[in-house]
């Protein structure tokens, strides 16, 4: 239902909202020009979009109660029908016009359910009015920000509706009063004496003041920032908001014998706004400023408010409705959720400070933090935004529970994904013109050679795209999870009748029926996401605006020697639990009740796939259990079948091979990737490098004379460390030390580069970035933590500039500061991204290359990924590339997640683990035969640019040194057997040159 949601048509609507008293703000809204107060125009499909928000808030339809279900449809041939058509609500038989309604605008026949197949006219039967708000789920990346900004801009002027007295206000308590002002009428004279007290009389001014305030026609200050309302009134009216009171008390509690004081302790009042607030998370507030700034006018477009958690004291409700946009955290709100019914019984007590003995009474100070509300809390807003509002589908967290306090006459969820696993076509499936899959290209020759973007293959491109949608389908139990997560959305934070009445409506009117295959149910199902979700098909986006082309592509990178020992032994590991648990019980991986710990070496083997450091211990355990198991087999004690013992055999034998290699035990042990270094000096490759052993392997060491050696990434900052201090001179003409470096060393250590590493991923990786980095900003998307720190070890390597965004190692503050840096600085082209974190929300725009370092599962957070780069603002062709290792089990999952692209009836599973080709796939895994050489082709340099050699240094090796560059001097200076700490005052006649030659040496 979701994938084939029709576009939003103004046409059906025109009518009945130009008819109207907002027929102003839709023509407003329709108008091809700039909006006031915009900086830019709307493109066509934004404009509908936005027309149908309008819609949903200023003339709320009216929803057939689901205790009725249409019959049929009695069409009669009148004239008046006829003139009633453009009346007729285009989501009939479920949804009518408030305004217009009778007979001829609907000819539905309904049945209740307690009396099926009694035909009911439509007259007579309940409906419910529409909730004023709903569920933008516009595709990524097409200007759902913009689209909110334009709604906030069309209607600043509107305040918010007052409530009627006695009202109950869902979640807050009941409305204790009509509108207040504090507005009173004193004397003119402000001279006399008699200056402010109340007059007998009211003057007919401050009646005028008092009808304009209580209107609520319009925001009067928005009038007078318009430019419509003097100053000199508005002085006057601005001190004195309109208010209500509200009692949190519910009726139960009221019943129970709660006093009339406790009552009143704890009212309070709720001011009057024409304010819209937006949560927002904390990763995306900077975003949202920078948005506001791009599109709104600084002059006559919105006053905002920013709160975060950098705001230490909340601003009162007498300040926040001074603000058209008032932006929040989610973090920050969370903060302001303080349940108050769990502390009114604090208000009754009776003091017993004095009897407990405490020195003061705290009796005061624990009433006011009962009774303390938000000042959020006690603002009436005219609409709530949440941004990437699918987090308000969970139930009872804060951030659903503070949204569910904040009083809001209007209400929008803004996500592209409006449930966890609800996606649609572009989403979930990669396609081509043809709507052929994306192939997987293997690079040719050298892995690291580095691809001009001439070369790269252009597999998928959204303007080139055909217009047919592919289905996408889930399995049972995602789709029941979207069913009630939907239900959330609708019944708590949308509050629409009658799902929000009880918290069983839901289940009872939507999922059961549809359930039981009703058909009324599908019907009214899909006419009720028709109505809420505000979404454009891809082909209406398309046809209004071309995105720069998407080139996708996978790169197969054969695995270095090293990453085959490690992927080997993870598979080797696998291989023999199956064998020695017999594939049963819950030792068994596979096992049901082992969901945890499968995921968790499922996760160890793809990241072995990059780079991964395994216990040699467990190595050892490995042998040890496989040679028993082999014991138990010929002594007739296990039933292993040959095919198991054979594959038993081939564990063993992988294990072996990674335990006794030195250099694999080497990096593994140092829990680092190593490093080919080529061109070292002998002396000091042999102090710094202490590494088991050298390779001669033409494809590193291209010269006979140069062998390449192996260090770890902790062994190359040492090194470095160690080069610098070999540097360090005295300014005396003593001989240079053995620790220091000659001039001829120095000149080896600058020829000297990084010239291949042990994962083949990261080395094509940093050839890449090294290549693109200077003219194109890049985007490197990681799957986990440990590939985070990888890459940006290799990066600060290669001397890259280049940012992180991760969860483990930063706070809110800094990441939203790199992605602001990223952006706008010329400087840091490269960030470095977990895609968990970073697949949602995000303006990326600026990048126009991406790396997923492995294949994700998920095809929905791929292309959330994607689409923080390929989106509205993108100037240029956007690149991206998936890094697969060959003959790994990231191929399989890579061919499986594409066969599932391409039918129509197979559903995607949530977890890798969860696939049932997958968990085959996992469980017949083969060892890698093949590897290559992980090298760079262009080669780092092993010390910085900066360093040079000491000029000091350099003086005393031509004066010392015979193998100096240049001619050793002939004058020597005076020779002393060892440097003086002290200082020696020496005589006042000094001894010529030549007669101390023949002096005995100091001691």
């Given at each position: 239902?979701?994938?084939?949601?029709?576009?939003?048509?103004?046409?059906?609507?025109?009518?009945?909202?130009?008819?109207?008293?907002?027929?102003?703000?839709?023509?407003?809204?329709?108008?091809?020009?700039?909006?006031?107060?915009?900086?830019?125009?709307?493109?066509?499909?934004?404009?509908?979009?936005?027309?149908?928000?309008?819609?949903?808030?200023?003339?709320?339809?009216?929803?057939?109660?689901?205790?009725?279900?249409?019959?049929?449809?009695?069409?009669?041939?009148?004239?008046?029908?006829?003139?009633?058509?453009?009346?007729?609500?285009?989501?009939?038989?479920?949804?009518?016009?408030?305004?217009?309604?009778?007979?001829?605008?609907?000819?539905?026949?309904?049945?209740?359910?307690?009396?099926?197949?009694?035909?009911?006219?439509?007259?007579?039967?309940?409906?419910?009015?529409?909730?004023?708000?709903?569920?933008?789920?516009?595709?990524?990346?097409?200007?759902?920000?913009?689209?909110?900004?334009?709604?906030?801009?069309?209607?600043?002027?509107?305040?918010?509706?007052?409530?009627?007295?006695?009202?109950?206000?869902?979640?807050?308590?009941?409305?204790?009063?009509?509108?207040?002002?504090?507005?009173?009428?004193?004397?003119?004279?402000?001279?006399?004496?008699?200056?402010?007290?109340?007059?007998?009389?009211?003057?007919?001014?401050?009646?005028?003041?008092?009808?304009?305030?209580?209107?609520?026609?319009?925001?009067?200050?928005?009038?007078?920032?318009?430019?419509?309302?003097?100053?000199?009134?508005?002085?006057?009216?601005?001190?004195?908001?309109?208010?209500?009171?509200?009692?949190?008390?519910?009726?139960?509690?009221?019943?129970?014998?709660?006093?009339?004081?406790?009552?009143?302790?704890?009212?309070?009042?709720?001011?009057?706004?024409?304010?819209?607030?937006?949560?927002?998370?904390?990763?995306?507030?900077?975003?949202?400023?920078?948005?506001?700034?791009?599109?709104?006018?600084?002059?006559?477009?919105?006053?905002?408010?920013?709160?975060?958690?950098?705001?230490?004291?909340?601003?009162?409700?007498?300040?926040?409705?001074?603000?058209?946009?008032?932006?929040?955290?989610?973090?920050?709100?969370?903060?302001?959720?303080?349940?108050?019914?769990?502390?009114?019984?604090?208000?009754?007590?009776?003091?017993?400070?004095?009897?407990?003995?405490?020195?003061?009474?705290?009796?005061?100070?624990?009433?006011?933090?009962?009774?303390?509300?938000?000042?959020?809390?006690?603002?009436?807003?005219?609409?709530?935004?949440?941004?990437?509002?699918?987090?308000?589908?969970?139930?009872?967290?804060?951030?659903?529970?503070?949204?569910?306090?904040?009083?809001?006459?209007?209400?929008?969820?803004?996500?592209?994904?409006?449930?966890?696993?609800?996606?649609?076509?572009?989403?979930?499936?990669?396609?081509?013109?043809?709507?052929?899959?994306?192939?997987?290209?293997?690079?040719?020759?050298?892995?690291?050679?580095?691809?001009?973007?001439?070369?790269?293959?252009?597999?998928?491109?959204?303007?080139?795209?055909?217009?047919?949608?592919?289905?996408?389908?889930?399995?049972?139990?995602?789709?029941?999870?979207?069913?009630?997560?939907?239900?959330?959305?609708?019944?708590?934070?949308?509050?629409?009748?009658?799902?929000?009445?009880?918290?069983?409506?839901?289940?009872?009117?939507?999922?059961?029926?549809?359930?039981?295959?009703?058909?009324?149910?599908?019907?009214?199902?899909?006419?009720?996401?028709?109505?809420?979700?505000?979404?454009?098909?891809?082909?209406?986006?398309?046809?209004?605006?071309?995105?720069?082309?998407?080139?996708?592509?996978?790169?197969?990178?054969?695995?270095?020697?090293?990453?085959?020992?490690?992927?080997?032994?993870?598979?080797?590991?696998?291989?023999?639990?199956?064998?020695?648990?017999?594939?049963?019980?819950?030792?068994?991986?596979?096992?049901?009740?082992?969901?945890?710990?499968?995921?968790?070496?499922?996760?160890?083997?793809?990241?072995?796939?990059?780079?991964?450091?395994?216990?040699?211990?467990?190595?050892?355990?490995?042998?040890?259990?496989?040679?028993?198991?082999l014991e138990l087999w010929e002594q007739g004690d296990k039933p292993y079948s040959d095919d198991d013992v054979n594959l038993l055999r081939k564990c063993?034998?992988?294990?072996?091979?990674?335990?006794?290699?030195?250099?694999?035990?080497?990096?593994?042990?140092?829990?680092?990737?190593?490093?080919?270094?080529?061109?070292?000096?002998?002396?000091?490759?042999?102090?710094?490098?202490?590494?088991?052993?050298?390779?001669?392997?033409?494809?590193?060491?291209?010269?006979v004379n140069s062998v390449a050696k192996l260090a770890t990434l902790p062994q190359l900052r040492d090194g470095l460390v160690s080069v610098k201090r070999?540097?360090?001179?005295?300014?005396?003409?003593?001989?240079?030390?053995?620790?220091?470096?000659?001039?001829?060393?120095?000149?080896?250590?600058?020829?000297?580069?990084?010239?291949?590493?042990?994962?083949?991923?990261?080395?094509?990786?940093?050839?890449?970035?090294?290549?693109?980095?200077?003219?194109?900003?890049?985007?490197?998307?990681?799957?986990?933590?440990s590939e985070v720190i990888i890459i940006g070890d290799a990066l600060r390597l290669a001397r890259v500039p280049h940012l992180v965004y991760a969860n483990?190692?930063?706070?809110?503050?800094?990441?939203?500061?790199?992605?602001?840096?990223?952006?706008?600085?010329?400087?840091?082209?490269?960030?470095?991204?977990?895609?968990?974190?970073?697949?949602?929300?995000?303006?990326?725009?600026?990048?126009?290359?991406?790396?997923?370092?492995?294949?994700?599962?998920?095809?929905?957070?791929?292309?959330?990924?994607?689409?923080?780069?390929?989106?509205?603002?993108?100037?240029?062709?956007?690149?991206?590339?998936?890094?697969?290792?060959?003959?790994?089990?990231?191929?399989?999952?890579?061919?499986?997640?594409?066969?599932?692209?391409?039918?129509?009836?197979?559903?995607?599973?949530?977890?890798?683990?969860?696939?049932?080709?997958?968990?085959?796939?996992?469980?017949?895994?083969?060892?890698?035969?093949?590897?290559?050489?992980?090298?760079?082709?262009?080669?780092?340099?092993?010390?910085?640019?900066?360093?040079?050699?000491?000029?000091?240094?350099?003086?005393?090796?031509?004066?010392?040194?015979?193998?100096?560059?240049?001619?050793?001097?002939?004058?020597?200076?005076?020779?002393?057997?060892?440097?003086?700490?002290?200082?020696?005052?020496?005589?006042?006649?000094?001894?010529?040159?030549?007669?101390?030659?023949?002096?005995?040496?100091?001691?």
């Amino acid at each position: 239902i979701f994938q084939f949601l029709e576009s939003p048509d103004p046409a059906p609507y025109m009518d009945v909202c130009m008819e109207s008293e907002y027929s102003d703000i839709f023509q407003a809204c329709l108008s091809t020009d700039i909006y006031d107060g915009m900086r830019y125009k709307l493109f066509q499909y934004q404009r509908r979009s936005l027309f149908k928000m309008l819609k949903r808030e200023l003339l709320p339809d009216l929803f057939l109660d689901p205790s009725y279900s249409p019959l049929h449809n009695a069409s009669y041939a009148s004239n008046s029908l006829l003139n009633s058509k453009r009346f007729r609500h285009p989501l009939l038989p479920y949804f009518q016009f408030s305004r217009g309604f009778n007979e001829a605008t609907n000819t539905w026949v309904y049945q209740h359910q307690s009396l099926p197949n009694v035909p009911v006219a439509a007259q007579n039967v309940s409906w419910y009015s529409d909730t004023r708000g709903g569920i933008i789920c516009e595709d990524m990346g097409t200007g759902k920000t913009c689209e909110c900004l334009a709604l906030i801009v069309l209607t600043k002027r509107q305040m918010v509706q007052p409530p009627n007295e006695g009202e109950l206000l869902p979640c807050v308590g009941t409305v204790a009063s009509a509108l207040l002002t504090d507005l009173c009428d004193t004397s003119a004279d402000s001279h006399s004496p008699a200056a402010h007290t109340p007059r007998l009389v009211p003057s007919l001014k401050f009646l005028a003041a008092k009808t304009a305030l209580l209107s609520c026609a319009e925001s009067l200050r928005v009038m007078y920032d318009d430019g419509v309302l003097p100053i000199e009134i508005w002085r006057q009216l601005e001190p004195y908001p309109l208010y209500y009171w509200v009692n949190p008390l519910s009726e139960s509690r009221l019943r129970r014998g709660t006093s009339a004081e406790l009552a009143l302790d704890i009212s309070f009042k709720v001011y009057m706004s024409s304010s819209t607030i937006v949560v927002v998370p904390d990763n995306l507030v900077e975003q949202w400023v920078r948005e506001k700034y791009k599109h709104v006018q600084d002059s006559g477009g919105l006053e905002m408010l920013k709160i975060d958690n950098s705001t230490n004291t909340m601003p009162e409700p007498q300040e926040l409705i001074k603000y058209d946009l008032v932006l929040v955290s989610v973090s920050r709100l969370s903060k302001e959720y303080i349940p108050i019914d769990s502390k009114i019984g604090e208000l009754g007590y009776s003091c017993r400070c004095y009897s407990k003995g405490f020195e003061q009474c705290t009796c005061d100070r624990r009433r006011d933090a009962a009774a303390y509300r938000s000042p959020l809390l006690r603002v009436h807003w005219k609409r709530l935004i949440v941004d990437e509002g699918h987090i308000m589908s969970c139930r009872n967290t804060t951030r659903s529970l503070i949204a569910a306090y904040l009083i809001a006459e209007r209400r929008w969820v803004c996500t592209g994904t409006p449930t966890h696993n609800l996606v649609h076509a572009t989403s979930a499936i990669s396609t081509d013109s043809q709507g052929a899959p994306t192939t997987v290209e293997e690079s040719n020759g050298n892995s690291s050679s580095v691809e001009s973007p001439d070369q790269l293959s252009v597999s998928s491109s959204p303007s080139r795209r055909s217009a047919t949608t592919r289905t996408y389908r889930m399995n049972v139990r995602e789709s029941s999870s979207d069913f009630l997560q939907m239900g959330v959305l609708v019944s708590k934070f949308l509050r629409m009748d009658p799902f929000s009445q009880s918290t069983s409506a839901w289940t009872g009117i939507m999922v059961q029926p549809y359930k039981r295959g009703e058909p009324a149910a599908l019907d009214r199902l899909q006419a009720l996401m028709q109505s809420i979700m505000v979404r454009n098909r891809p082909e209406a986006i398309v046809s209004d605006v071309q995105l720069p082309p998407l080139h996708e592509k996978a790169v197969v990178l054969p695995p270095t020697r090293h990453q085959a020992l490690t992927y080997n032994t993870a598979i080797a590991f696998f291989h023999i639990n199956a064998v020695l648990t017999e594939r049963t019980g819950r030792d068994y991986f596979f096992h049901p009740e082992n969901k945890k710990h499968l995921r968790q070496i499922v996760d160890n083997l793809f990241l072995a796939c990059f780079w991964f450091s395994i216990s040699l211990k467990h190595i050892q355990d490995g042998i040890v259990n496989g040679l028993r198991a082999l014991e138990l087999w010929e002594q007739g004690d296990k039933p292993y079948s040959d095919d198991d013992v054979n594959l038993l055999r081939k564990c063993i034998v992988e294990l072996q091979r990674a335990a006794s290699d030195p250099e694999w035990a080497y990096i593994v042990q140092a829990d680092s990737v190593g490093y080919w270094i080529k061109g070292l000096p002998p002396r000091l490759a042999t102090n710094l490098f202490c590494s088991p052993s050298d390779t001669d392997e033409t494809d590193i060491a291209t010269d006979v004379n140069s062998v390449a050696k192996l260090a770890t990434l902790p062994q190359l900052r040492d090194g470095l460390v160690s080069v610098k201090r070999m540097l360090a001179v005295a300014d005396d003409d003593l001989p240079p030390l053995s620790t220091n470096v000659s001039p001829t060393e120095f000149e080896q250590l600058r020829s000297a580069t990084v010239v291949g590493c042990t994962s083949s991923k990261v080395a094509y990786l940093t050839e890449q970035l090294l290549y693109h980095h200077k003219q194109e900003k890049c985007i490197v998307f990681a799957s986990c933590q440990s590939e985070v720190i990888i890459i940006g070890d290799a990066l600060r390597l290669a001397r890259v500039p280049h940012l992180v965004y991760a969860n483990q190692v930063m706070t809110q503050s800094q990441r939203r500061h790199n992605i602001t840096t990223f952006s706008t600085s010329t400087m840091y082209n490269v960030i470095v991204m977990d895609v968990v974190l970073a697949a949602y929300g995000i303006d990326l725009s600026a990048a126009s290359r991406v790396w997923f370092i492995s294949p994700i599962w998920q095809a929905a957070r791929e292309r959330q990924a994607i689409k923080r780069a390929h989106r509205l603002g993108q100037q240029r062709p956007v690149f991206v590339e998936t890094l697969i290792t060959g003959e790994s089990i990231e191929e399989a999952l890579w061919r499986r997640r594409q066969e599932i692209s391409d039918s129509d009836s197979e559903p995607m599973a949530k977890d890798v683990e969860e696939d049932g080709k997958m968990r085959s796939m996992l469980s017949n895994a083969s060892f890698i035969q093949r590897s290559s050489i992980g090298s760079l082709a262009s080669g780092i340099p092993l010390l910085p640019p900066g360093i040079r050699y000491p000029p000091l240094l350099l003086r005393k090796y031509e004066l010392w040194s015979p193998d100096s560059p240049s001619q050793a001097s002939s004058k020597v200076p005076f020779y002393k057997a060892k440097r003086l700490s002290l200082r020696l005052s020496l005589p006042k006649t000094v001894t010529p040159l030549d007669k101390q030659l023949d002096a005995p040496p100091l001691t």
